[in-house]
């Protein structure tokens, strides 16, 4: 089976890992008092490295060893014309991208934090200019403190970005569903533009660590661990106060959902009419969800099967280009032989492609 040539597919979460950007990104753009402790590329004895305000970090221009690889990829990724050759391989109209100063820099300074993600996020915005219909690389919003992540989502939307990511794992600061980020929220529906968290950790007793038993066992659970952070942003009204704001869950898988929502619905009639004091929801958790939440997902079985309860307007396909378990350069191919063919060619569309489409304004 392949699908149609006019099938157009929009992958709703791609990478641009800290090891593919060229060297000078955060050298050239950092204000110099920052540039001895931001990212900079140092030779090394074992080649060219990130150093990270002092430490090493990964190597540049190719993978750290232990992980795996579909192909030596080098700086392809950072490089818009090369990404562009890459996607037409694939058969790939679009890539919506998320970055490295959430998911991988994770720096313990708030301030530097803060003036490295808005350097990377001016990078991203010219890195995108190249195909605006076809790069949607996220901004990372410094997340410690959501006065300055308010201000920074404001700066990206004036900059023409499509969406941004806030995390929900750096940082000692409130989690996003506290009320200490309400103005944020508000912004962000004020703005218009779609909110992103990205599995990046929240296990306590399992830690990555390439080469070990320890790197699958933490790879399998990680979607998981954005549970608290759907159901926080579901209970505290964030969402249902605010209409517009659309709330992306990106690589946070399918099969965990409907339990989780199902279950959210179940607790709000067994408590929230009887001891919540603070904000009680007038709509179901799963209603809020069907309006307002996305979730993205890449090659998986069970949770195909369960697109239905999940719904089939709120769930988006993703190759996860470029990383060792992409379905890249074969991703029409690994479409069109999933259990995804099970719900007919108008949801094979809407996930694929239409959804995506409409979060981003993508035309197709």
């Not at 190249?130 to 404001?154: I, Q």
């Not at 239905?308 to 350069?329: E, L, Q």
Request: aromatic letters at 8%; a negative charge.
């Amino acid at each position: 089976m392949s699908l149609p040539d006019d099938q157009k597919l929009i992958s709703a979460d791609d990478h641009m890992d800290i090891h593919a950007m060229p060297p000078g990104v955060w050298e050239e753009r950092l204000p110099k008092r920052w540039r001895d402790r931001g990212p900079r590329v140092e030779q090394t004895d074992d080649g060219p490295w990130w150093i990270v305000d002092g430490h090493k970090l990964t190597p540049s221009g190719r993978k750290p060893g232990g992980l795996i690889e579909t192909r030596q990829h080098g700086l392809r990724p950072g490089q818009p014309e090369a990404r562009l050759e890459d996607m037409d391989e694939d058969g790939v109209l679009a890539h919506v991208i998320y970055g490295p100063t959430t998911t991988q820099l994770q720096l313990n300074d708030a301030e530097l934090h803060a003036e490295c993600a808005k350097a990377y996020n001016d990078w991203a915005a010219e890195f995108q200019r190249a195909a605006p219909n076809r790069l949607v690389l996220l901004p990372d919003l410094p997340s410690y403190d959501p006065a300055v992540a308010r201000e920074e989502l404001l700066r990206c939307a004036k900059l023409g970005h499509k969406g941004a990511i806030v995390s929900d794992t750096i940082g000692r600061g409130d989690p996003i569903f506290e009320d200490s980020w309400r103005p944020f929220w508000d912004a962000a529906e004020e703005a218009g533009l779609p909110i992103h968290v990205h599995l990046s950790g929240g296990t306590h007793s399992l830690k990555m660590r390439p080469g070990s038993w320890r790197s699958p066992a933490f790879v399998a659970v990680v979607p998981m661990q954005l549970d608290e952070t759907l159901s926080g942003i579901v209970f505290s009204g964030i969402l249902e106060q605010r209409p517009g704001v659309k709330f992306v869950m990106g690589e946070a898988g399918l099969g965990w959902i409907p339990y989780v929502v199902e279950r959210m619905d179940h607790e709000l009639h067994k408590y929230g009419p009887k001891i919540t004091e603070d904000h009680k929801l007038s709509m179901l958790p799963s209603e809020i969800f069907a309006r307002q939440i996305y979730t993205t997902y890449e090659d998986e079985q069970v949770g195909v099967e369960m697109i239905p309860r999940i719904g089939f307007d709120n769930v988006m396909w993703a190759s996860d280009y470029p990383h060792g378990d992409s379905t890249f350069p074969h991703s029409r191919k690994a479409v069109a032989e999933s259990p995804l063919s099970q719900h007919g060619p108008e949801v094979l569309r809407k996930i694929t492609c239409e959804n995506a489409a409409r979060v981003y304004g993508i035309e197709y």
